[in-house]
Structure formats: structure tokens, C-alpha cells
């Protein structure tokens, strides 16, 4: 068979191919400029086998087969899908569609609230600070417990802790301050509990001079260094349980 011969039998194919493709699906038009890695009619269609196969020609590669569009979409869609990307054939039109969707899909959920709660902390310092070397409670002192703590439990669903802890000055040794710290819990426990607070959820304890909130120099002498230190000399009541 001659050249001439052997290029008339390959059109020949080529347009039988076409025809049989045309009857079999429905074609894919693209566009001409560049270069088209299928082999192409003359209305721009590709042609495809008699199993609906795309022809392609000698200058195939999936990049060519990726760049040549076919409408909005690449031609590789139509005739070899697994060499682009899943999202490379979803027209614009229904990605910009489906985005707020996907994006309620994977919005997070928020977790339900939890229970409301009614932990507070009071401090018995300032005004309300014990007398040097003392443990009785101040009128100032039970006001600030009228006020800052009893009123707030009354806005409890249920008391579940209430930590009482004491502490003093750094005047004195450690073991004396120790016992001086945890006489004046007891004596915030024994107002509160005098006012309707269960024992059973009250915990006091004391801390001596070992958690000091200021400084004084002694340079200041015994008076003033003794006024000086008074915020040390304190109490502080912590509360937790839910709210109502």
C-alpha cells in the first residue's frame, strides 16, 4: 500500500469512527486554538471509536489533555478522567453552589453550655483586717460577710465547698502564727455557721505567714511596720456550687 494509499485508509477510518462515535454519545466540541491532544472533525467534535473512545494523536500528554477546554471544563473530563482532578471537572457554576454547604458541613458545633455556677472568693483585708495579734472579728469584717458571702449564697442552687483559710503578719515565730491564721478561720466559719451555713460544707484552714500579699521595711519601726503589714493579716472564703 502506497503513502497516499495508507493516509486516504486512516482518514477513510477517522470518519467512519466519527460517524459510529456521533451515534453512540454526544459530542465533545473544543476549542481549536493550541494544541489539541484528540484528533478533531471538522466541526470542531472529537472523534471517538467505535467503543467511544477519544482519538488521540501523537502529541498527547495529560497536560495538554488537561489545558484544552471543552466548554468551561477541561477535555480530559470527556475522554480520559483519571488524569485530571475530580474538582477540575465541577463546572464553577456548582462549586461556588455547593461551598455553603460544605462549609455548614464542616462548621463547628458548639458544645451546649454547661451548668451555670456561682463559685465567688471574698477577701476579709483593708478596713476589714484583724487587730494585730488577734482573732476577733472586726464590725467592719462581719459586714463585708453579711454583704460579700451570705448574700451571694443565697444566689446558689446548692453549696457544694466553702474553703476558709486564714493567715497573719511575719511578726512572731512560724508555729505561733500558724495556730494565730487558723483561729481566725475558725472565727469566719463560726459567724457564717451562726448565720445558717452547714458545717458539713465548710472547710477552714491556715496558712500563717507563708503567703504574705505585701511588704514593709523594718526600718519603719515596731508601730508603723505593724500598721504596714495589716493587709497581710486576713482571711479569704472561696465558695463553689451551681447557680440557680
Known sequence: MTAANFRLATATLLMLAGIS????????????????PYAIDQRNAVVKSGADLCWRTGSWTPGAATETKAGELPVACECDKDVVGADKCVPASARAAAAPAAAAATAPIAAPAGPRKCDFSVTL?????????????TKSAKGTLDSAVLAKLSTCAAVNTVIINGHTDRLGSQSYNQKLSEKRADAVQSYLAGKGLKAENVETMGSGKTQPIKSCDDKLGRKKLIECLAPNRRVTVDVKGPAK
Request: glycine letters at 4%; a negative charge.
Open 125 to 137: 483585708s483593708a478596713d476589714d483586717a484583724f487587730a494585730f495579734n488577734k482573732a476577733a472579728l
Open 21 to 36: 462515535a456521533m451515534a453512540q454519545s454526544k459530542d465533545i466540541i473544543v476549542d481549536p486554538k493550541g494544541d489539541v
